[in-house]
């Protein structure tokens, strides 16, 4: 299967505690992204990287989340000291810059987290 | 800013018959592209179409069609002879591009197929 991977598929933590998610890419896509959506909802932008570098990263992500992607293959999403409102799902998802399919972003499964 | 708008919550019909998700959207981008994924149950975001904003031609997939019409702004998504399977929530999305490729996602249309 080559398409793009998250670990662990669910999460549950105590209010306070650190995570952190993986995220596989499909390996010819430069581009990976990550995306947040909650009950009911469409998913949200977070932040995204090309190859290793971070371009952009969006208001919602707040001083406790930070990602990297130091090689530019897989990534990882960290939330320090977990907040109830921080249970959703997160989405990864790549996309080539370049070719017939710019920018059509796949995603993965996600990552239900819940924070009790 | 960009924006979608799905105005239809949620839908039902019947097996068989046809069905057309609306898509409506803002930007002030000349260049853009839409995007239409599906969500079943099992919750993973299936690509399903990507337009860019210079390509108005409708898309024929199978039982799926797609309708650009950048006079109304909007990215309409017809099911033909619905089935079953295609019970799930369907988003429309929008990018930019040149560096803001970042999708901005509309609040989803519930889809059921009455069996």
């Known amino acids: 299967d080559t398409g793009v991977s998250q670990d662990p598929r669910h999460k549950i933590t105590k209010r306070g505690q650190n995570v952190t998610f993986r995220c596989d890419p499909i390996s010819e896509h430069n581009r990976l992204y990550w995306y947040r959506q909650t009950l009911g909802q469409g998913p949200e932008f977070l932040t995204y990287f090309q190859n290793e570098a971070q371009l952009e990263k969006s208001r919602l992500l707040s001083d406790r989340f930070s990602a990297e992607r130091p090689k530019g293959s897989f990534s990882t999403l960290e939330i320090q000291r977990t907040e109830q409102g921080d249970s959703a799902m997160y989405l990864c998802a790549s996309s080539s810059t370049s070719g017939k399919t710019y920018n059509e972003q796949f995603f993965g499964p996600g990552t239900r987290l819940t924070v009790l | 800013a960009q924006k979608v708008t799905q105005a239809q919550t949620e839908i039902s019909v019947v097996e068989k018959e046809d069905v057309t998700l609306d898509c409506v959207y803002e930007?002030?981008?000349?260049?853009?592209?839409l995007f239409w994924y599906k969500q079943p149950p099992s919750g993973e975001l299936v690509f399903l179409i990507r337009r860019n904003s210079f390509d108005e031609q409708n898309e024929i997939s199978g039982r799926y069609s797609w309708n650009f019409q950048k006079s109304t702004s909007s990215f309409n998504f017809t099911i033909t002879a619905s089935q079953v399977v295609d019970s799930a929530v369907y988003f429309c999305?929008?990018?930019?591009?040149?560096?803001?490729?970042?999708?901005?996602f509309g609040t989803g249309t519930r889809l059921t197929i009455i069996p």
């Open positions: 999305a929008l990018s930019g591009a040149f560096g803001n490729e970042k999708l901005t």
């Open positions: 930007t002030r981008d000349t260049t853009y592209y």
